[in-house]
C-alpha cells in the first residue's frame, strides 16, 4: 500500500520574486566587494544603472533558458549546467551593454569593470544556490513515518545507486536504504548517496544478524545464477523477503528503476553470466527492414517480437493463427513503440495461398518462424496435426520466401530435433533439414537456431509447477533422473537475434544452453522461492517418462564437430550433409499424402526413414493427459 505526503510545490512566480530580489542583491553586492565603503555614494548612479540593465536582461535570458518551467525540487546536474549556461549568458549580455555605456559616457568614468565579473560570481552563486536550497527544503519536508523500513542493496553499481536515488526521493515506497554489499574492494567504506558499502554479499548473514534490515534487494542485473542463489537462501533462512532487479537480457532496451524490481524468480536462480557483444550488429540487421515473425503469439514469438522493435524496424508483421495472443501482443507493443508501424496478421502457416497473398502484400525483407506445435505427449496422439504444422508450414513458408527473395530466413528449432525420440522432435528436425536444402539449393541466407528449453514459456513446466505449488502440491515429476538444458526467454532471443545477423546461408547456429538442469532440482527450487519446504509443505511425486520421452536432451549429433563464432554463446555446425535434397522432397510428399489419408503408419513410416537418429515408431500411443503430461 503506498502511503506518504507528496512533495510540496513551491510556485515558479515565487521563484521569480526571488530572482529579481537576488539579481538586485549581486549588482550591489558586486559594487561593495570590488569599492570601500566611503567610495560607494560616489558610484551609486553607476549601481543603480546597473541594477536596472542586470533586471532587464537577466529575467528574460532566464525565461529564455527555461528556469521558470522546472521543478526546482527534482534539481539534478542537468539543471546546474542549465543555471550556469543561462547566468553566464545573461551576465554576458549585461557586461556588454555596460560597457558600450562607458564607452558613449552614459556611466560615470572611473567605474571599476572588475565588478561585472564579481556580478556574474555572485549571481551564479545566488541563483544557483536558490535553486538547490528549493530541493534540499523538499527533502527536508519529505518527512518519513514509522511505517518505513530498511532496506539492504545488493550491489554498488549504477544500478544500485539508481534504486537508492529513487528510494530516497519517495516516501511513498516506504523504503529507507541503510547500506549496500558489494564485492569490489575499491568500493568498500566508501559511500553512494551518503548510504555506506558495509561489506561484501559474502558478509550478507552476518549484516542480517547485526542490523535491522526488513528488506533486501538485488541490484545487479548481471548477477550470475550464484550469486543470487547465496542472496535468496541466506535470506529465507533468516525470514527476510528479497527483491531483484531483471536479469541484463530482460533490461535490453528498457530501463533501470524501482518499478523493474520484483520477487526473485527460477529464472534468477538459473542466470549465467552476461556476454553481450556486437549489439550494434543486431541493430544494423533490424533497422528500417521490414520483419515478419510467425507464431507471434507464442512465448519466443513474443519476445521476439518484443527485442526486434527496440531495434527500429521500418515494420513489424506479426502473424499468428490464435487472434487472442496476437491481439494480447499488439496492445503490449503498440503502447511501447506508439511510432512502430505494426502489422497483425491472422493466418495458418498451412495455407500456402493465404502466406503468398500476406508476402505480396507486405513484402517482408526478414523472416522469424517461431510458430509451431510443441507439446511432446499432444503431438504423440496427433502426428498428423506436427506433420502439417512444422513441416508443411515451414515449406510453404520457404517456397514463399524463396520467391520473393526475401533477404534472411531464420528457423527457431529445438534440442529436441536432435536424435528425435518424439514426432514433435523428428518434425522440427524435418524442417530444419528443409531450411539447410532451400539454403543451398537456391544460395540464399536461410539459417537455423537450435536451443533447449526456455524458462517460464506458455505450457512449459515452470507454470505448471506453480500452478501446482499454489493448490497445494503435489507437484509431479516423470523420473527422478530426467534434465534438461533451460534457459531464458529473452536470453535465448537476444542469441536468436546475435545468430540472425551472422548468419550467411546454410547454417545451423547452437546456443551454449549451460549444464542440464535436474527437473527435480527445479521443483525444490520453485517451492522454496514459495517459501514452502519440499516434502514437507509441498510433496513431489514421480509419475514415469512419458511417450517419446528422453531422460537427457543433445543439442547436436554425436561425432559433430562445432565451429565458434564472434559470440562466445553461439556455435556453428562445422558442417551440414545436404546430400538428402531430392529424397527430401520425395518424403516430404509421401507425409502430405499420408497426412491426407490419415494414415498415422504411413507418417511414422516416413519420419523415421528420413530423419537422421529419429527412433519413434513404437513410441506412440495414447497419452494420460495428467499435468505432468503438459510440460
Known sequence: MLTGKSRPQIRNRFVLVGDLALILISALGS????????????????????????????????YLFGLYRRLWIYASTNELRLIILAVTTASVITSGVMILMLSLNLVQPGMPRSALGIDWLLSLILIGGSRFALRMLSEQSNRRDGSDKHALIIGAGDAGALVVRELQKSSQINLIPIGFLDDDPAKQRHEIYGV?????????????????????????????????????DVCRLKGIPSRTMPGIYELIGGK??????????ITDLLRRDPVRVNDEVIGQALEKKRVLVTGAGGSIGRELSRQ??????????????????IFEILLELTEDFPELRLIPVIADVRDRQRITSIFTMH???????????????????????????????TRNLLEVAAEFKVERFVLISTDKAVQPSSVYGATKRLAEMLVLDAAHRADLPFTVVRFGNVLGSRGSIIPLFKTQIARGGP??????????????????????????????????????????????????????????????????????TRPGEKLTEELWDAGTPLERTAHPDIFRLASTDTSFSTDLRGAVQMLQTACDQGDTAAILQVLTETVPGASIRESVSQPVLDDSSLT
Not at 569599492?35 to 548612479?45: G, K, N, T, V
Not at 502426428?383 to 504444422?389: C, I, K, R
Request: proline share 7%.
Open 31 to 62: 559594487f561593495a566587494l570590488r569599492l570601500d565603503a566611503s567610495d560607494l555614494p560616489y558610484y551609486f548612479p553607476a549601481v543603480a544603472l546597473m541594477c536596472a540593465v542586470a533586471l532587464l536582461i537577466k529575467i528574460p535570458t532566464f
Open 196 to 232: 555506506p558499502v558495509i561489506g561484501k554479499i559474502t558478509d550478507l548473514s552476518n549484516v542480517l544478524d547485526n542490523r535491522q534490515v526488513d528488506q533486501v534487494i538485488i541490484a545487479i542485473p548481471t548477477a550470475p545464477g550464484q550469486v543470487v542463489r547465496l542472496v535468496t
Open 475 to 544: 507437484l509431479t515429476v516423470t523420473h527422478p533422473d530426467m534434465r534438461r538444458f533451460f534457459m531464458t526467454i529473452p536470453e535465448a532471443v537476444y542469441l536468436v537475434l546475435q545468430a540472425a545477423s551472422m548468419g550467411k546461408g546454410g547454417e545451423t547456429f547452437v546456443l551454449n544452453m549451460g549444464e542440464p538442469v535436474r527437473i527435480l532440482d527445479l521443483a525444490e527450487d520453485l517451492i522454496r522461492l514459495s517459501g514452502l519446504e519440499p516434502n514437507r509443505d509441498i510433496e513431489i511425486i514421480f509419475t514415469g
Open 363 to 393: 513484402q517482408p525483407e526478414l523472416v522469424f518462424h517461431a510458430a509451431a506445435h510443441k507439446h511432446v505427449p499432444l503431438m504423440e496422439a496427433n502426428p498428423a496435426e506436427a506433420v502439417t504444422n512444422n513441416v508443411m508450414g
Open 256 to 265: 533501470v528503476n524501482v518499478s523493474r524490481l520484483r520477487e526473485v524468480d
Open 308 to 325: 526486434i522493435a527496440r531495434r527500429g524496424p521500418g515494420e513489424l508483421m506479426l502473424l499468428g493463427h490464435g487472434e487472442n495472443s
